[in-house]
């Protein structure tokens, strides 16, 4: 299973953007693919978890840091989970990654190559 995340840009502060994340050589995502996620890393900073959707029941949990301003969502027709951000601030600058927990697994086993966000104030 391959993981191609997209979407990254420049945007001004107040701005939205959707993120992408495409899974590949996968088939059917519900078999190989139980939990999407989203996480950031900004410069010298570690790496925070963003949120999470179950791609079967397409439930959702966030980090507290985003809740609100980000979501989640799946279109397992096209195996492509999506985080659209709103209100986006300059503190939101990172690089943006989805990972992927397969079936009866506990940890994030695929993992996309990354997508910058770069937010202007």
């Known amino acids: 299973v391959q993981l191609q995340a997209s979407g990254g840009g420049l945007v001004q502060a107040g701005g939205s953007l959707r993120l992408s994340c495409a899974a590949s050589g996968a088939g059917i995502i519900t078999n190989v693919i139980n939990v999407m996620a989203w996480f950031r890393q900004a410069p010298e900073k570690e790496r925070e978890f963003l949120g999470r959707?179950?791609?079967?029941?397409?439930?959702?949990i966030y980090a507290d840091s985003v809740k609100g301003r980000f979501t989640i969502s799946r279109d397992n027709a096209k195996s492509t989970v999506y985080l659209q951000m709103d209100n986006l601030q300059p503190e939101d600058t990172a690089v943006y990654y989805c990972a992927a927990i397969p079936p009866y697994r506990d940890g994030y086993e695929y993992w996309g190559q990354g997508t910058l966000v770069t937010v202007s104030s």
């Open positions: 959707i179950r791609i079967g029941s397409g439930a959702t």
